[in-house]
């Protein structure tokens, strides 16, 4: 077994020394009624070559965004992923490290960590970011509870319907522990009504969340809603894209007290949705209640400049069931990831990757709504994703145009009863005007 | 012992009260700093909490732990060492003085008679401290 | 010294590019005309601006400053930092999986459902349990999914119990869970062989108490020897049996978490699964449960039917999601992948290499440090340096001088029942001259603490850097870079 160095040989003289005539005697311990009187069943194993038969058979089977032309989104999206980025990930060095415990030999991912928590908090327009948590879901779902703590234990959170509901999914399953309240603010037009809102908030609201750019591809009125939420006393959270923040206004000018986000198309393979990164971001004055590593600069015995795990006190291996989160391996390698993206991509061509995004969901809403029958339910502005309406069932459409190897777009039923009509469809920088025509041309004729 | 000076009345937790009329200053004895090593962070009530005898009050923290505070005595906080939240170290360097945390407005006077003098707060740090 | 202190921002030179996009194709690529200006950035963030070289070198080099599996061994106790094989990560490459959209419909998905669904069914009967979800992200949780199920249970039948009980030597992550999921967390002792307390168990094992969280081998690599008897009084009293499986490494094809009586067990795939841990992730911890949990776990669950696989998401009683997608699939292909290379007799044999090691090295090294509860051990045993610390030499000083010695450090002060702890796992994928020659580093440490200490005082001094000051860095937190500022000492060394 190549995974197994030690050679029957060795096995027995290591048996000697350790004064054991078999590894038998070494399960004393383990009560013989527990013990499994058979091997397990599973399947036998397989050489390298007939495993790699088999996955790439299995690979094979899925419509992956390399053979068909991805306008899938709602939380995960086909971006640029430069080439650099899995060759560096891969060496050995940051692959098979653990968390940085002894700084001293883990300065390489501590460096990457403070240089990835600056870019975030560039990006975000806040203070300070955390190292990663695991998606931008469990993120959301954590600021919900850090709000809930900052706020001395306000119950109610106030979230808004054009928040992911599969963001709101997981909000409902963390809230549970605690006991909160979750009250949803209706969609007008597709952002979140704004009136209804302000009902919405109390003295009791820990915090009012949103999404911008929302679920549906809309931008909100993150300022007014923050407002909206500032006079009840609670904390505005935003789950945000952070991809689109080269292009716009970050959360940090809004008036924002904590952003989340997702941050898969910052270079993180699609990978059937997992792993990815979640983004958190917050002012200076609430770095005590963030959940998740953070690493600082300090300095050495010498005075060399140095990093560290910092502010550990809040964690769950010092402050256990009083910690801030329960949180303890996170997605390190994604932030990596994404990391070295930002530093590829820089502070240009994080714009330039938000305009072209931009210009090419423009131009497919405008040329896919021109199809009789299909059209744009929502005013609102958008960023790279928006609802089409079909006069056919989404779900037909999508299995008809899967095809001619498109991937078309998200049917809404499932989300949204009163959207059951309607495709959410995502436009990245990689999509070609070639590729808009071809699924304008072969959507008309799935409807006609 | 130079220690835990003798004005000072002393709780099982390692706090150290300086009762002044109606008024006790709050904070931790050497052997508590001791223990926790270079104090990094205390978060502190605000002006006009109520505090109870033995109830937390505030948290203390070193780079590797975290300890409640309790308040000797009960009433309501009438100051606060705003100065250790630029400057934790102070509860290190001078605990009985500039690294005073609280002073409280007693509402039960009685309640003194409970806490430790320093010659038993010794014998209890001489039995293990806990 | 290996001498590199830039951090990517200093190397930015404004005007320069490491990426290369593609010239607009459409009209109208003009943002201006687009959104409101509003909402559009009003400056551009203080992002690197570098080459592709600038990038790649960076990152080499510092890649260089850390010790990883690949180039260190790393006996961190606890962790499981085996041997992570690459052709793990070539299959959670290929095209099918990496680049697959996590919202593809079902049909198209196929190849990406059967995976799961047979890694599900094969953790299955690896812990002797009757379904799994493969959707917590790591370890913590799966715990928290994993009680909260628990909770769920207890509340379809009517019964809202407050407390759960947790033994001192447990990981910190269980009681965080724990209270996270709304209980009450009642700490038991262990008892002087380093298991749990039986009488502190009876005690406190009243109508309130909804679960018993248990690591089995516990922390200190010892198996619990009254497990079924632990068990059987849990449920006797109607709590339910939680096994936090971060150990299962030391009990593969010996003995399955089900069959000791626990009723839910988390699997942390980048322990004993050999997915990489990435510096400290992304893990992956599906939680697996008994049939009467089964209705409360997350959704959606992959089923098969004779039409194919399928996310089943009609799950009236489930706890509801705890990620957005379906978990952490690109580790679920590597698990998979190591599951099927090793075959049933191969994970026997990692269980048997595992406890032998570790025993091996137990022996060795239990002369020269303080054993505080003696073995057989299981994957793992747990040193006491109270000697050392005599002499001046706590168990970080031994950790450091580790680092100099060519050899990551164990995991110190942990668990927090043992004085001084150096928790060392070895793992089954190193060899027995590994062992030795790290064995023959701690025995060098420990002279060194009685004749020249100063030595393991001054290290580390073959890293990079040398001892950090962490008072400093939590006094005054300095949590990002920022324009201008210079570093604390100029750097000279390029």
Redesign the interface.
């Given at each position: 077994?190549r995974?197994?160095?030690?050679t029957p040989a060795?096995?027995k003289?290591?048996?000697r020394?350790?004064?054991?005539s078999s590894?038998e005697?070494?399960?004393?311990?383990?009560?013989s009624?527990?013990?499994?009187s058979r091997?397990?069943?599973?399947?036998?194993?397989?050489s390298?070559t007939e495993?790699?038969v088999?996955?790439?058979?299995?690979?094979?089977?899925?419509?992956?965004?390399?053979?068909h032309v991805?306008f899938?989104g709602?939380?995960?999206y086909?971006h640029?992923v430069?080439s650099?980025i899995?060759?560096?990930?891969?060496?050995?060095?940051?692959?098979?490290?653990?968390?940085?415990?002894?700084?001293?030999?883990?300065?390489?991912?501590l460096?990457?960590?403070?240089?990835y928590?600056?870019?975030i908090?560039?990006?975000t327009g806040m203070?300070?970011?955390n190292?990663?948590l695991?998606?931008?879901?469990?993120s959301l779902a954590e600021a919900a509870?850090m709000a809930h703590s900052a706020t001395d234990g306000r119950e109610q959170l106030v979230i808004s319907r054009g928040v992911?509901p599969?963001?709101r999914?997981?909000v409902?399953?963390?809230a549970?522990?605690?006991?909160l309240r979750v009250k949803e603010v209706p969609l007008a037009d597709g952002t979140t009504d704004l009136g209804a809102l302000k009902k919405a908030v109390s003295g009791k609201t820990a915090a009012v969340i949103v999404q911008h750019p929302n679920f549906f591809g809309c931008?909100e009125d993150v300022q007014a809603a923050a407002g909206i939420c500032h006079e009840g006393g609670a904390l505005m959270i935003v789950a945000t894209d952070p991809v689109s923040?080269?292009?716009?206004?970050?959360p940090g000018?809004l008036g924002v007290d904590i952003v989340v986000g997702?941050g898969q198309g910052l270079g993180v393979?699609?990978?059937?949705?997992?792993?990815?990164l979640g983004v958190l971001a917050t002012r200076t004055d609430l770095?005590?209640r963030m959940p998740g590593?953070?690493?600082?600069?300090?300095?050495?015995?010498?005075?060399?400049?140095?990093?560290?795990l910092?502010?550990?006190?809040r964690?769950?291996?010092?402050?256990?069931?009083?910690?801030t989160?329960?949180?303890?391996?996170?997605?390190?390698?994604?932030a990596?990831m994404a990391?070295?993206h930002?530093?590829?991509?820089?502070?240009?061509?994080?714009?330039?990757?938000?305009?072209?995004a931009?210009?090419?969901a423009?131009?497919a809403a405008e040329s896919l709504s021109k199809i009789p029958g299909v059209g744009l339910p929502f005013a609102a502005?958008f960023?790279k994703e928006f609802v089409l309406r079909l006069p056919k069932s989404p779900e037909r459409v999508?299995?008809r145009l899967?095809k001619e190897k498109i991937?078309a777009g998200?049917p809404l039923k499932?989300y949204d009863r009163a959207l059951k009509d309607c495709l959410l469809v995502a436009v990245t920088?990689k999509r070609?005007?070639q590729e808009?025509d071809a699924f304008v041309q072969a959507l008309s004729q799935a409807v006609a | 012992m130079a220690n835990y000076p003798t004005d000072l009345k002393y709780t099982k937790e390692h706090e150290w009260a300086r009762v002044e009329g109606n008024r006790a200053r709050v904070g931790i004895t050497v052997y508590a700093q001791e223990q926790l090593g270079d104090v990094v962070?205390i978060?502190l009530p605000k002006v006009g909490t109520k505090v109870s005898q033995m109830q937390a009050f505030g948290v203390v923290?070193?780079?590797?732990?975290?300890s409640d505070l309790f308040a000797p005595l009960s009433g309501e906080v009438a100051e606060v060492n705003a100065e250790l939240v630029k400057k934790p170290e102070l509860v290190n360097q001078d605990p009985y003085g500039k690294g005073w945390m609280l002073v409280i407005e007693i509402s039960s006077p009685q309640q003194a008679d409970a806490l430790l003098t320093a010659q038993q707060y010794e014998e209890f740090l001489a039995k293990g401290g806990h | 010294m290996t001498g590199y202190?830039k951090?990517?921002?200093e190397l930015?030179a404004p005007g320069?590019?490491?990426?290369?996009?593609?010239a607009?194709?459409?009209?109208?690529?003009d943002?201006k005309a687009?959104?409101?200006a509003?909402?559009?950035?009003?400056s551009?963030?203080?992002?690197?601006?570098?080459s592709?070289l600038d990038?790649?070198r960076?990152?080499?080099r510092?890649?260089?400053?850390?010790?990883?599996?690949?180039?260190?061994f790393?006996p961190?106790g606890s962790?499981t930092?085996?041997?992570?094989?690459k052709?793990n990560?070539?299959?959670?490459?290929?095209?099918?999986?990496?680049?697959?959209?996590?919202?593809?419909?079902e049909?198209?998905?196929?190849?990406?459902l059967?995976?799961m669904w047979e890694l599900g069914r094969?953790l299955a009967?690896?812990a002797?349990m009757d379904a799994v979800s493969l959707q917590p992200?790591?370890?913590?949780?799966g715990?928290?999914a994993g009680v909260?199920m628990i909770?769920a249970y207890h509340l379809a039948r009517g019964e809202r119990r407050t407390k759960v009980l947790v033994p001192d030597s447990a990981?910190?992550?269980n009681?965080?869970?724990?209270?996270?999921?709304?209980?009450r967390?009642v700490q038991l002792k262990s008892d002087a062989e380093g298991g749990v307390d039986l009488a502190d168990l009876e005690r406190n094992l009243d109508q309130e108490v909804a679960a018993l969280m248990i690591t089995v081998p516990n922390t200190l690599g010892?198996?619990e020897?009254r497990?079924?008897e632990i068990s059987e009084l849990c449920h006797a009293r109607g709590a339910q049996v939680y096994m936090d499986g971060a150990n299962l490494n030391a009990?593969?094809?010996?003995?399955?978490p089900g069959?000791?009586g626990c009723d839910v067990c988390h699997f942390?795939l980048?322990k004993t699964f050999?997915t990489?841990?990435?510096?400290?992730?992304?893990?992956?911890?599906p939680v697996g449960v008994k049939a009467h949990l089964e209705p409360f776990l997350?959704?959606p669950v992959v089923t098969k039917s004779d039409d194919g696989y399928e996310l089943d998401?009609k799950r009236p009683q489930s706890?509801?999601?705890?990620?957005?997608?379906?978990?952490?699939?690109?580790?679920l292909?590597r698990a998979y992948?190591y599951?099927?290379?090793?075959?049933?007799?191969?994970?026997?044999?990692?269980a048997?290499?595992a406890?032998?090691?570790a025993?091996?090295l137990m022996?060795?090294l239990e002369p020269h440090y303080d054993l505080p509860y003696p073995g057989?051990c299981m994957h793992e045993c747990v040193f006491s340096a109270r000697r050392q610390k005599k002499l001046g030499i706590a168990a970080m000083d031994v950790?450091?001088r580790l680092?100099d010695l060519g050899f990551?450090?164990p995991?110190t002060y942990?668990p927090l029942v043992v004085e001084e702890a150096l928790m060392i796992e070895p793992t089954?994928?190193?060899?027995?001259e590994t062992l030795d020659a790290f064995c023959d580093a701690m025995i060098q440490i420990a002279r060194e603490a009685e004749s020249t200490p100063q030595v393991i005082h001054d290290a580390?001094v073959t890293?990079?850097?040398?001892?950090?000051?962490?008072t400093?860095?939590?006094r005054q937190?300095?949590?990002?870079?920022k324009p201008g500022r210079a570093?604390?000492?100029s750097?000279t060394r390029v």
């Open positions: 077994m995974y197994l160095p030690n060795q096995q003289e290591m048996l020394s350790i004064g054991a590894i005697d070494l399960l004393s311990p383990i009560p009624k527990a013990r499994l091997p397990l069943n599973l399947p036998a194993a397989l390298e495993l790699v088999h996955l790439r058979a299995l690979a094979a089977l899925n419509a992956d965004a390399d053979d991805c899938l709602g939380g995960a086909d640029y430069p650099p899995n060759h560096l990930i891969s060496r050995g060095e940051f692959l098979t490290a653990y968390t940085p415990y002894q700084p001293e030999a883990s300065q390489g991912t460096r990457t960590i403070y240089e928590q600056t870019m908090a560039e990006l203070d300070v970011a190292a990663s695991y998606d931008g879901a469990s509870l992911n599969l963001y999914g997981v409902a399953t963390y549970e522990g605690p006991n931008l923040l080269g292009l716009l206004t970050p000018a997702e393979p699609l990978s059937y949705g997992g792993p990815n770095v005590r590593r953070l690493v600082g600069a300090t300095v050495d015995r010498d005075g060399t400049r140095g990093f560290v910092t502010l550990q006190t964690e769950q291996h010092i402050r256990r069931e009083k910690a989160s329960n949180i303890c391996t996170n997605v390190a390698l994604c990596l990391t070295i930002v530093a590829l991509l820089g502070k240009q061509g994080l714009r330039k990757v938000g305009e072209l931009l210009a090419k423009h131009y502005p960023f999508v299995k899967a991937l998200i499932p920088e070609t005007r808009i | 962070f978060e923290e070193s780079v590797k732990a975290v | 202190d951090l990517i921002f930015s320069r590019v490491g990426y290369s996009l593609p607009p194709d459409v009209p109208n690529a943002p687009l959104l409101p509003k909402h559009l950035r009003a551009a963030p203080e992002l690197p601006e570098v592709e990038v790649v960076h990152y080499s510092l890649s260089q400053l850390n010790y990883g599996v690949d180039t260190h790393y961190l962790c930092m085996k041997y992570n094989p052709l990560e070539d299959m959670a490459r290929l095209g099918g999986f990496a680049r697959l959209h996590p919202l593809t419909p049909a198209h998905s196929q190849g990406a059967q995976l094969d009967e690896i002797g992200a790591a370890g913590a949780q715990e928290l909260l909770r990981h910190g992550t009681p965080a869970s724990t209270a996270i999921a709304g209980y967390v010892l198996f020897p497990i079924l009990i593969l094809g010996i003995t399955r069959d000791l942390n980048h050999t990489p841990h990435g510096g400290g992730g992304p893990g992956a911890g997350p959704t998401w706890i509801g999601k705890v990620q957005a997608f379906w978990g952490n699939f690109g580790m292909v992948t599951i099927r290379t090793m075959g049933p007799d191969g994970l026997r044999a990692v048997d290499n406890i032998l090691n025993n091996y022996k060795r057989p950790a450091k680092l990551y450090a995991s942990f089954e994928t190193e060899s027995k580390p890293t990079s850097v040398r001892r950090l000051d962490q400093l860095a939590a937190p300095d949590l990002r870079w570093p604390a000492v750097d």
